[in-house]
């Protein structure tokens, strides 16, 4: 926005609300006379305004949140829902997130705001990257999902990015590889580990030699780099050349357990298996708080930890960004574009505290920050008057 249009705009009688007045480029003399120039019969309108933008904010998130379809949104907007239900309310009667301004605000302010919090949760931390591919009708998309840790919240596993690529090759993903690395700021000498299928393409041959592979691209920026493949498809392989050896029908075995559980209404376990295992017991919560606290002191001990809890154990995240994508487009929902569907799972898979969400949809009318800059100018306002 134009700083010299200030607050409020006497031609269009109108209130902006979207001005990052954190920012250098706001003259604080200016933005004082500013303050001594704006009308006080709107300033309710200010509270109004701001709440309309917090309640649109509120809306986009539930959608997003519990994967809802953008009709429900022209349900409360176009219909007028609120506007029926809470016929009392100026923020009601205003109210309108249509799915077009809906699809706008996941896109264009809660999924990039997510994106920011968790690049600068990640900071100056280690992390590993994981890739896979899958189709969507014509389509080639492959999603980049990052893990690192932090001692305030443990392991961390988001999605970074999803693009469509025009094909699959070891250079044309290694390049895509260098542009997310790139667009997002993070530095190679931070990554350690990369993790993926283990097809040609990616590691090569089963002892990762070869030269036309992700992994041999990659490691040429980081020689230490580790090699992570998915160790289901190993386990799954095994167990299937395993059970061709057996003497007995695994098909079998899987009909009597059916008909074990099928045949009553009390069996839910089998509990005599208990005895074959030894289950360790663990506290359900770990604190890394006094981690966090030492880190001055111990500075090895938490580049280690952070080093070793960055490295996966499998590529399983990607499958359910897979699942996570596929839910979003159904018959009702079969146009949404690429961009909208990567938005929606990186919002939904942020996972923050309801205080987060908080924070988040009040930063929707500008930077983090502008709304507590926005109640001092309020307040100034008020004394100046």
């Given amino acids: 926005m134009d700083p010299s249009k200030g607050l409020y705009n006497k031609d269009e009688d109108k209130i902006t609300l979207a001005i990052d007045f954190t920012s250098d480029k706001y003259n604080i003399t200016g933005l004082v006379k500013e303050c001594a120039n704006f009308p006080i019969e709107k300033l309710p309108n200010v509270f109004v305004a701001f709440e309309q933008a917090l309640l649109l904010n509120m809306e986009a998130y539930h ?121 997002h700021g993070l530095k190679f000498e931070r990554i350690v580990a990369f993790c993926a299928d283990n097809t040609a393409a990616n590691f090569g041959s089963a002892e990762h030699r070869g030269e036309n592979n992700v992994f041999y691209k990659l490691r040429a920026h980081k020689n230490n780099l580790i090699p992570v493949g998915c160790p289901a498809h190993v386990l799954h392989n095994a167990a299937k050349r395993g ?23 009390k069996r839910t376990t089998l509990d005599y298996i208990d005895k074959w295992f030894r289950l360790e017991r663990f506290p359900k919560s770990i604190s890394w708080v006094g981690l966090d606290e030492n880190e001055a002191q111990l500075p090895n001990l938490y580049m280690l930890i952070s080093k070793v809890f960055a490295i996966p154990v499998s ?71």
Avoid at 151 to 177: F, K, S
Avoid at 243 to 264: G, Q, W
Avoid at 351 to 370: F, L, M, Q, S, W
Avoid at 376 to 381: A, D, E, N, P, R
């Fill in 315 to 385: 590529n399983a995240f990607v499958e359910r960004v897979f699942s996570l994508c596929g839910a979003q487009w159904t018959d009702t929902r079969n146009s949404l574009e690429v961009e909208t569907v990567k938005n929606l799972v990186q919002e939904r898979k942020a996972e923050r505290t309801a205080a987060a969400v908080e924070e988040e949809t009040i930063a929707a009318g500008g930077e983090a920050g502008g709304v507590e800059a926005a109640t001092v100018t309020i307040g100034m306002c008020l004394l100046i008057r």
């Fill in 63 to 183: 959608l997003c949140r519990h994967a809802q379809s953008f009709e429900s949104s022209d349900c409360v907007s176009s219909d007028g829902l609120f506007k029926t239900m809470f016929s009392d309310s100026a923020v009601a009667k205003k109210f309108g997130c249509a799915r077009n301004k809906a699809s706008k605000i996941i896109t264009g302010v809660l999924a990039p705001y997510s994106v920011q919090i968790m690049l600068s949760e990640l900071g100056n931390h280690y992390f590993s990257i994981a890739l896979d591919s899958f189709n969507h009708k014509t389509t080639k998309l492959f999603p980049i999902v990052i893990r690192y840790f932090v001692a305030e919240n443990g392991i961390q596993v988001r999605l970074l990015d999803l693009q469509a690529l025009p094909g699959e090759t070891a250079e044309e993903v290694y390049q895509w590889i260098l542009k997310m690395l790139q667009k």
């Fill in 243 to 265: 059970a061709d050896n057996l003497s007995i029908d695994i098909e079998s075995i899987v009909f009597k357990l059916t008909s074990h559980f099928k045949n009553s209404t």
